[in-house]
C-alpha cells in the first residue's frame, strides 16, 4: 500500500527530474535554454540547427560541429518508402499528429535492434530530427494531395523544410519566421508531451516510441492541440466586430475555454507568445486572411487579459503561432499547426528522454490509492 492517501492531481507541482535543459520562471514569464535567455537567442539570428546542437550536446557548437551534427540530421530526411507508403494509405482527412505517431510507431516496429548507448545515442536523436522533417513533409503533401518529397541540403533546416514542403524557394521572409518558431517551440521542461515520452523510455523502450508517445499526448486541445485550435477560434469569429459578443456567448458563458490562453507554470505573459506576436505583426501584411485573424486575436487578447489576466490567466506560446504559420503559407487543414510544434518539438522530447536514461534512470510507477468495494465473493456468471 501507498504510504499516504493523498494524490497529485494532474502531478502539479512534482518534480519527476532534473534537467540542465530549460529553466522556466512562470511568475515572470523568463525562458532559457541551457542559461540562455530566448529573447537573446532569437534576438542574435541564431538557426535552430545551433539550439537542437545545444540540447543534445549541452553547450553551442562551432561551425565544424555545427556541420558535422547537420550532416547526421540530413541523413534522416531521406525517410524510409514503407514511411510514406504508410502516410499515404491514410485518409486525406487525417489528422497531422497521429499521421507522424503512425510514421515514427513504423519507425519502432522496424528498428528491432534498438539500444540506449552513450555513443549512439545523439547522432539517432539527429535522425530522428531529419526524419521528422522528412514525415511532416510528407504528412503535409498527402493531406494536399501533393506528390512525395524529402527535404535535401541547403543552408539551413528551416529552408530545407519549407522548400520541400511547398515545392518551391521559400522567401526570406518565411524562412526566418519559420526558424524563429521551429526555436520557440524547442523545449518547455516536462510539459505533458515529455512525460508522457519519459514514461515510455523510462521502460527502456526505445526512442521512437518514446517520440510517438509524446505526440501522443501533444495532440490533446489543452496542450500542442492549442495551436491549431487557438486560430480555429479566431476563424470561426469570422470578423473584428464579433469579438465582443462571440467572447460573452462563447467564453464569459463558461461554455468554452478561450484557446492559447493559460498556462499550468506561466502566470503571467508567456514569452514565446510575445515573440510570436512580433513575428506575425511583421508577416501578416502579405496574407488578408491571416491579417483577418491577426486583428481578432488582438482584440480577443485584450478582453481576455482585462477578465483573465488578474487571475494569472495570459496569452501562452500557441496564441499567436497559428497566425504565424497561416502567413508562412501553411492552410487551417488538418492540424498541421500541432504537427508543425512536433517538428519541433522533438528535439526536447530526445534530449529529455537522453538525460534521464544516462543519468537519472529509473521505472515511472507511480501508485493509485484504492477508492472501490471492499474485498467481495465473486460470484460465476450463471450465478449473478
Ligand atoms: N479560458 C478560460 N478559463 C481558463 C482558461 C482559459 N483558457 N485557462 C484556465 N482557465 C480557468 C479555469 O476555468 C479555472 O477556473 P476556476 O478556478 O474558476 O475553476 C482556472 O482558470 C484554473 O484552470 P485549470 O484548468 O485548473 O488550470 P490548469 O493549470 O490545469 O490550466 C491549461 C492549464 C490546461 C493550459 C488551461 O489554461 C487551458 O485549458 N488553456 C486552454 C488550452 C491551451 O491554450 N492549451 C495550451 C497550453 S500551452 C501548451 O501546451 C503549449
Known amino acids: 500500500m501507498p504510504e499516504s492517501e493523498e494524490i497529485s492531481r494532474g502531478l502539479e507541482d512534482v518534480n519527476i527530474k532534473w534537467t540542465r535543459l530549460t529553466t522556466i520562471d512562470g511568475e515572470k514569464g523568463i525562458l532559457r535554454y541551457g542559461g540562455y535567455s530566448i529573447e537573446d537567442i532569437i534576438n542574435s539570428g541564431a538557426k535552430v540547427e545551433e539550439i537542437q546542437y545545444l540540447f543534445l550536446y549541452g553547450e553551442l557548437p562551432n561551425k565544424e560541429k555545427l556541420e558535422k551534427f547537420r550532416e547526421n540530421v540530413e541523413k534522416g530526411y531521406n525517410v524510409p518508402g514503407y514511411i510514406i507508403e504508410t502516410i ?3 485518409p486525406k482527412e487525417s489528422d497531422s499528429v497521429a499521421m507522424q505517431m503512425t510514421a515514427f510507431a513504423s519507425l519502432a516496429a522496424a528498428e528491432t535492434k534498438f539500444k540506449w548507448n552513450k555513443e549512439t545515442n545523439r547522432e539517432l536523436a539527429a535522425l530522428s530530427i531529419g526524419r521528422m522533417a522528412g514525415i511532416t513533409v510528407n ?3 498527402h ?3 501533393m506528390e512525395p518529397a524529402i527535404p535535401e541540403h541547403s543552408d539551413s533546416f528551416a529552408k530545407s523544410f519549407l522548400k520541400a514542403a511547398f515545392g518551391k524557394e521559400p522567401s526570406q521572409e518565411s524562412i526566418d519566421a519559420m526558424n524563429a518558431a ?13 512525460t508522457a515520452g519519459l514514461v515510455a523510455v523510462s521502460t527502456l523502450s526505445d526512442i521512437y516510441s ?3 508517445a509524446a505526440l501522443a499526448a501533444l495532440k490533446g486541445p489543452l496542450h500542442g492541440g492549442a495551436a491549431e485550435a487557438a486560430i480555429a477560434q479566431f476563424a470561426e469569429i469570422g470578423d473584428e466586430n464579433n469579438v465582443e459578443n462571440w ?9 468554452r475555454r478561450l484557446m492559447g490562453f493559460g498556462h499550468r507554470v506561466y502566470k503571467t505573459y508567456d514569452p514565446r507568445a510575445k515573440i510570436f506576436k512580433s513575428f506575425a505583426e511583421k508577416l501578416v501584411k502579405n496574407n488578408k486572411e491571416a491579417e483577418k485573424l491577426f486583428k481578432i486575436a488582438k482584440k480577443l487578447e485584450e478582453l481576455g487579459i ?10 501562452n506560446t500557441d496564441f499567436y503561432s497559428g497566425i504565424v504559420y497561416m502567413a508562412i503559407g501553411f492552410p487551417l487543414k488538418n492540424n498541421i499547426y500541432t504537427g508543425l510544434f512536433a517538428l519541433s518539438r522533438i528535439t526536447g522530447w530526445q534530449a529529455h528522454f ?22 467481495r465473493q465473486f460470484l460465476p456468471i450463471n450465478k449473478r
Open 210 to 212: 518514446g517520440v510517438t
Open 139 to 141: 504528412v503535409y503533401r
Open 88 to 90: 499515404r494509405k491514410l
Open 247 to 255: 467572447f460573452k456567448n462563447n467564453i464569459l458563458s463558461g461554455n
Open 306 to 315: 482585462k477578465q483573465y489576466g488578474a487571475k494569472g490567466i495570459y496569452p
Open 182 to 194: 521551429l526555436i520557440l517551440y524547442t523545449d518547455h521542461e516536462v510539459p505533458a508531451s515529455t
Open 143 to 145: 493531406f494536399m494531395g
Open 354 to 375: 537522453i538525460e534521464y536514461v544516462e543519468e537519472q534512470h529509473r521505472l515511472i510507477r507511480p501508485r493509485a490509492v484504492y477508492k472501490g468495494p471492499e474485498p
